[in-house]
T-cell receptor, first 112, second 114 residues
Framework: DTAVSQTPKYLVTQMGNDKSIKCEQN?????MYWYKQDSKKFLKIMFS???????INETVPNRFSPKSPDKAHLNLHINSLELGDSAVYFC???????????FGDGTRLSIL | AQSVSQHNHHVILSEAASLELGCNYS??????LFWYVQYPGQHLQLLLK??????LVKGIKGFEAEFIKSKFSFNLRKPSVQWSDTAEYFC????????????FGGGTRVLVKP
């Protein structure tokens, strides 16, 4: 069974659209994260949630809104998509903030 | 600004050669250190971690890393690489002074020629 699963794997859409990426973890972890990996492979944290509460909110446009309905899920909704949003988005989870993180397979978002 | 630096962006070597990837960080205080690997088209996987204790840490697939506190370094090593070690390698630091946020280095792309 996949520990951290995110859907969809690929997302191709046009500028201005709104889209969501879903993430679920079955590891029983308390903390979940969203990362953005750009075309140069640079990884940057966007958000982290601990037990459904927002802990880290990096300098991310407010077009990005995370939602955690329960501690096993952390979804990412993006409004008014822009060309610069094209990237691979990784979801991750860990038992606690200082512990190793387990990553999903990524969602490759391409904006036309 | 506090950061994590990986000195080599690209490394090309032949099978059986030794590998060493540099990682330096600029955080003070207590740190947890990690190396992650990302094989082509795959997600990040943990190679090894250092929290405390013996500064020489052994990880999976024959990798090891040495924490040198005085140099703020956590270099990754493998004595003899294989073609299957071709991947992107990321150093990451979790520091209490940075709110326990995991900060990644820029990554090093390693290509092992058969």
């Amino acid at each position: 069974d996949t520990a951290v699963s995110q859907t969809p794997k690929y997302l191709v859409t046009q500028m201005g659209n709104d889209k969501s990426i879903k993430c679920e973890q079955n590891l029983g972890h308390d903390t979940m994260y969203w990362y953005k990996q750009d075309s140069k492979k640079f990884l940057k944290i966007m958000f982290s949630y601990n037990n459904k509460e927002l802990i880290i909110n990096e300098t991310v446009p407010n077009r990005f809104s995370p939602k955690s309905p329960d501690k096993a899920h952390l979804n990412l909704h993006i409004n008014s998509l822009e060309l610069g949003d094209s990237a691979v988005y990784f979801c991750a989870s860990s038992q606690a903030e200082s512990q190793p993180q387990h990553f999903g397979d990524g969602t490759r978002l391409s904006i036309l | 600004a506090q950061s994590v630096s990986q000195h080599n962006h690209h490394v090309i070597l032949s099978e059986a050669a030794s590998l060493e990837l540099g990682c330096n960080y600029s955080y003070g205080g207590t740190v947890n250190l990690f190396w992650y690997v990302q094989y082509p088209g795959q997600h990040l996987q943990l190679l090894l971690k250092y929290f405390s204790g013996d500064p020489l840490v052994k990880g999976i697939k024959g990798f090891e890393a040495e924490f040198i506190k005085s140099k703020f370094s956590f270099n990754l090593r493998k004595p003899s690489v294989q073609w299957s070690d071709t991947a992107e390698y990321f150093c990451a630091v979790n520091a209490r002074t940075a709110g326990n946020k995991l900060t990644f280095g820029g990554g090093t792309r390693v290509l092992v020629k058969p």
